[in-house]
Each structure stands twice: as C-alpha cells, then as structure tokens.
C-alpha cells in the first residue's frame, strides 16, 4: 500500500502534539516546513551513515585504462569492490588511507587494479584503483548509499528510482549537442521542439528500463525493478538551441546525477515518523512528548545496532622495515596470473 511523503508528514505532526490529530489540520506552510525537515533527516544519512537502512549490493562502473580515480555520487561509504575478466569475479584489497596514499610505488603501471581506497568527496566518493587498469574491467562495488530527497506526493515504499531534473526549458529549436544528455549510456542527442517532445522520445524504449513524466513544470525518469538511473553531461559546449533542466546542468561543465531506489520497509518509515516528529518539535519550540521520545530512542537503539563500531586504531609508515613489497618484474611479465 502506496505511502507519501505528505502523509508521513502529516503523522509526524500528529505524532508531535504540534498539530491536534482530532481538532486540527496540517496546514499548507506546516507542510513546507514538515517536508523541508524530512529531506534533511535523509540528507543527514550522507554523513550519519548508520541511520542508513540498506547496503546497495549491485552498483557497477566500468575501468578505464590508466585512470586512477572514479566518482561515484552519493556513495556514503564503500564495503567491498571486486572487478571482472569475463565471468570471473576477483578479490581486490581495500589499503589504508596513509598506505595508498603515502607508500612508495611505481605509477606508470598499467596491470590488474588489485588495490583499491573510497574517500569522501563532495557529492559521493571518489574510488582510488592501483594498478591503474590496463584494459576497460567491469567493476561491482557494494556499500551505504545515502537516502535521496522526495517530494510530497512521494511514494516512500516505491522500488522505482525517481530523477527529478527539474523544469525543462527550451530554447528556439531545443538543440541537444553530443555528450550534454546521456542517461544510462544513451546519448540523447538531437533536436526537441517541446520538452514533451524529449518525454515521448524517451517514452518510446530508447532507454532499456527508463521512462519519463512531466509533473507541472518538472521533468522526471524513472526505473523500475529497484536499478538505479546514471545521468551523465559533458557540458563542452555552449548551445544557442538548447534544452535545459532547472536541478540538472546540460551546459556548463560535467555533471554527474545518480538516482537511486528510495523503497523503504515499514519500520524505516515509522522510525522517520518519530524522527521527524522531533525535529519539528525543535523548529517550533515544543518540548518532545515522552511517549513518543521513548519510542524513537527504541528505534534508533535497534538501527544503531547493525553498525559495524569505529575502528579507532592507529599505524604508521617506516621506512625500515622487512614487509615483502610489490614485484614489479612480476607485475609486468605475469600480469598478476600467478601466485
């Protein structure tokens, strides 16, 4: 049964005591305010990691040889990365940030890409791989993606990954240059008199799994069967005859946007209820009501449960020291085959 981001919403108000759940309704500047303050508790999960619910076990990208880093948006944190020769997973190993980053090593190589960093970024993260890759490898990596922003009408328990790209503007003959529009590996280059006109073009299956929506003046895609939608511009180019999106820029620069699956159990919703509920008692100056504050501390107790503790340890880099270190004659002649 569908559930919105208005109706949760409204419960939390209700949840609250702000609002009286049989002599009064939420009203329209109520649900603004109740709406703006739920997109921050998920927008708190890029940083507040252990409030995330779910781990993203299926998000791949593609090597590049002789590229080091790779932007992945809206990565809070990475678990596992393992990368593909045919039908062949491998095991990389993770390396501590002062062992990537502050050991010696040659980086003219070009070999497997055993080794691998995530640091946060702004946005997401950015993957580190050494070796630098020799040839394109398929890469799978699993971990904590932070839960995205809704709007009111909002199905929070949809597996449909929902892009809001904003109001779509044309100008003149509504020009898409190459590169400025590619969603999931489809360059939507062309021409689009109207921004209907790229809806219904899109609409007609050019893009395995994707649709599109006009909502008012918002452009929408969506994808079902919980996979996510990768939207990628080059921005090399200004375009006298352009299509552009208020939330998503086609022009000025690469750009980057990720949209993922926002699905979400019963539980996770009823603990953002209470959640919310407490942040709206902060905006309007209520005191939390006990009841439900003691529900709420129940809910983050039994979510906090599942993170992994802090690994507090510490290390350190000597150049003395009897470790065994890279081969690089056999980096080079066996490419990583043998043991």
Do not use: H
Not at 74 to 90: G, M, N
Not at 104 to 127: D, M, Q
């Amino acid at each position: 049964m569908a559930f919105t981001a208005a109706q949760l919403v409204n419960e939390a108000f209700y949840t609250s005591s702000i609002v009286s759940r049989q002599f009064e309704t939420v009203s329209g500047d109520q649900a603004a305010v109740g709406l703006r303050c739920l997109n921050q508790l998920l927008t708190d999960t890029d940083i507040m990691t252990e409030k995330i619910p779910y781990i993203n076990t299926s998000y791949r990208f593609p090597a590049v040889p002789g590229q080091q880093e790779y932007f992945i948006p809206s990565l809070a944190k990475a678990e596992t990365l393992t990368f593909f020769i045919q039908s062949v997973r491998y095991q990389m190993l993770v390396n501590p940030f002062d062992r990537y980053f502050g050991a010696g090593r040659a980086e003219n190589v070009l070999s497997l890409p055993f080794n691998w960093i995530s640091v946060r970024c702004l946005g997401g993260s950015n993957i580190f791989l050494y070796f630098f890759p020799d040839i394109n490898y398929p890469m799978e990596l699993t971990g904590l993606f932070k839960l995205q922003k809704v709007q009111s009408y909002q199905d929070l328990t949809s597996i449909l990954s929902q892009a809001n790209l904003g109001t779509a503007t044309v100008t003149a003959a509504g020009t898409l240059g190459q590169g400025e529009l590619v969603v999931n590996g489809v360059d939507l280059a062309g021409t689009y008199a109207t921004p209907t006109a790229l809806m219904l073009f899109i609409n007609t299956g050019i893009i395995p799994n994707v649709t599109a929506n006009i909502i008012g003046t918002e452009f929408y895609l969506y994808s079902p069967s919980n996979t996510s939608i990768n939207i990628i511009t080059l921005g090399t180019a200004p375009f006298a005859n352009n299509v552009t999106f208020a939330n998503f820029s086609t022009l000025n620069g690469p750009n980057q946007l990720v949209a993922l699956p926002q699905g979400l159990d019963d539980y996770y919703i009823s603990y953002l209820e209470y959640k919310l509920a407490e942040r709206l008692c902060a905006a309007y100056s209520f005191d939390m009501p006990p009841g439900p504050a003691k529900i709420l501390a129940q809910y983050e107790e039994s979510i906090d449960s599942r993170s992994v503790p802090r690994d507090l340890t510490i290390s350190k880099i000597s150049t003395l020291t009897n470790n065994q270190s890279v081969n690089y004659a056999q980096v080079n002649l066996g490419k990583g085959w043998t043991i």
